[in-house]
């Protein structure tokens, strides 16, 4: 089972970046698929989450009309796109697998926003 996540880098405030998250090893269609983020000295804290078939999403309320978060099933990869990116988004950002009693993460992927 492997979660490769991809995509983060440096950004300037107000940019966009698009992570992916390559999913091998398990059904990737029957998960569910989360977004979430650990900033330094913080908890780790869920950011979007995305239902298995891709028609449901729920986003952290300060998120919430500037990431969007999607799913390709045929190629096993979940997105999120981040807009209007802030200084307060600068953290690694993992991606999580979930069925039933199942749960898998990635290794990270740092996000920083800074001028």
């Known amino acids: 089972v492997q979660l490769v996540e991809s995509g983060g880098g440096l950004v300037q405030p107000g940019g966009s970046l698009k992570l992916s998250c390559v999913a091998s090893?398990?059904?990737?269609?029957?998960?569910?698929m989360r977004w979430y983020r650990q900033a330094r000295g913080k908890e780790r804290e869920l950011v979007a989450a995305i239902n298995s078939a891709g028609g449901i999403t729920n986003y952290a309320d300060s998120v919430k009309g500037r990431f969007t978060i999607s799913r390709d099933n045929a190629k096993n990869t979940v997105y999120l796109q981040m807009n209007s990116l802030k200084p307060e988004d600068t953290a690694v950002y993992y991606c999580?697998?979930?069925?039933?009693?199942?749960?898998?993460w990635g290794q990270g992927t740092q996000v920083t926003v800074s001028s």
């Open positions: 090893g398990f059904t990737f269609s029957r998960y569910v």
């Open positions: 999580n697998a979930a069925f039933s009693s199942l749960g898998y």
